[in-house]
């Protein structure tokens, strides 16, 4: 294995989409408890676009201090096993899997199975691979930390975008009425995801309070836009949730993750639970994720497929908010 090369995206430095170029590299062996992947499609998102710019900058203790210390992008992916790592149970060399890697913009990658899970059945490579990093942060938020229940009124900001396009359809499947916040030239693919009203965040007021209490929002999922805590905690009943996900637009530092932890540390003195949403990334929360989709509750807005050699033109869309749902990455 060692020696043999493959063609990848690699980022030597952090900045935007023009440090992406496609080269050859060799490829990666598995360690402990991982297993190397033969990537059919990856995806790109927010999280992708933060490590590219080493942003927050808190982040880059983890990621590399002056340049991105794993010089391939790209986490989610779905493939092939093709060979595994010492200690690995329950996995077998060709397997179909989906899930998170470390550098899946690449024909190979490795990801430790603890983030795996079998690929959904019937689902094609390219929409799977949009699921692993958008679909568990949607899952997690919806049903784990807010644990939206039928009938539910629940808002989603941010409804057009990777999330966003999964929380509108979990907490549908939940049984709830969702409103989507995002802007009119998209409102047309939320509505298709099933979300009952849909508001332009460049108009309307999502926030507006209503006279009647009855008539606040029960969850608050708040995914796009960095909308002050008082204001979301103002919009839900009094034992309402609001659920900070997203911080578009923050500083460098912490890249708006501070509205976050402030919000979560002020929770205990105010009736709402506001909760701030850290994702993980396990095979459990996989394995909901393909229920969904093979029931037909959940089906992935894929916005395009596009070649690995266009992957720095992908980004350069997410980054100027063109996309509508994920873009999948054919490798
Ligand atoms: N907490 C966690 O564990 C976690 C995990 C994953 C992602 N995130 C964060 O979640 C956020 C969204 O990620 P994503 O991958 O879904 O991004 P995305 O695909 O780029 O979607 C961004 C969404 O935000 C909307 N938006 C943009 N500007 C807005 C504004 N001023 N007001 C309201 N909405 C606005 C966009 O709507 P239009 O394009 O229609 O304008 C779009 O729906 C990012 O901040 C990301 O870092 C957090």
Redesign the pocket.
């Known amino acids: 294995m060692g020696g043999e090369l493959m063609r990848a995206v690699v980022q030597r430095e952090y900045g935007g989409s023009g440090t992406w170029t496609v080269e050859q590299i060799e490829r990666p062996t598995p360690g402990r408890g991982e297993v190397l992947v033969e990537v059919e499609a990856a995806a790109i ?3 992708t676009w ?1 490590l590219m710019h080493g942003e927050p900058w808190l982040a880059r203790l983890a990621f590399g201090l002056r340049r991105p210390r794993n010089p391939v992008p790209g986490r989610d992916l779905a493939g092939t096993v093709t060979a595994l790592g010492p200690g690995v149970d329950g996995f077998a060399i060709g397997d179909r899997v989906y899930g998170t890697g470390s550098g899946s913009l690449a024909e190979f990658t490795v990801a430790p199975v603890a983030k795996l899970a079998p690929m959904p059945a019937g689902c094609p490579a390219e929409r799977a691979a949009v699921l692993p ?2 679909g568990q ?1 949607a899952l997690q938020a919806v049903c784990d930390v807010a644990r939206v229940q039928p009938g539910q009124r629940v808002l989603v ?8 396009s999964f929380a509108v359809q979990i907490a549908k499947a939940a049984g709830a009425e969702v409103t989507g ?3 009119a ?2 409102a047309p693919a939320v509505r298709s995801l099933g979300a009952d009203h849909v508001l332009d ?1 460049r108009v309307d007021d999502p926030l507006a309070v209503p006279a009647d209490e009855a008539d606040r929002y029960d969850v608050i999922i708040d ?4 909308a002050p805590v008082k204001r979301l905690r103002r919009a839900v009943t009094r034992d309402g949730v609001v659920v ?6 923050g500083g460098k530092l912490l ?2 993750y501070e509205r ?1 932890i402030f919000g979560a540390v002020r929770s205990p003195f105010v009736p709402q639970r506001i909760a ?4 993980k990334e396990q095979s459990a929360d996989l394995e909901r994720l393909s229920a969904m989709i093979e029931s037909g509750a959940v089906v992935p807005l894929v916005d395009s497929v596009v070649p690995l050699a266009r992957a720095a033109e992908a980004m350069a869309s ?1 980054e100027a ?1 063109r ?4 873009l999948a990455i054919r490798i």
């Open positions: 998102d927010r999280g933060h990093v958008s942060t900001t941010g409804a057009s975008g990777g999330v966003g916040v995002c802007s030239a998209k965040h995914i796009g836009g960095r900070l996900v997203g911080g578009l637009g890249a708006g976050a701030m949403l850290a994702s997410l908010g996309v509508t749902g994920k």
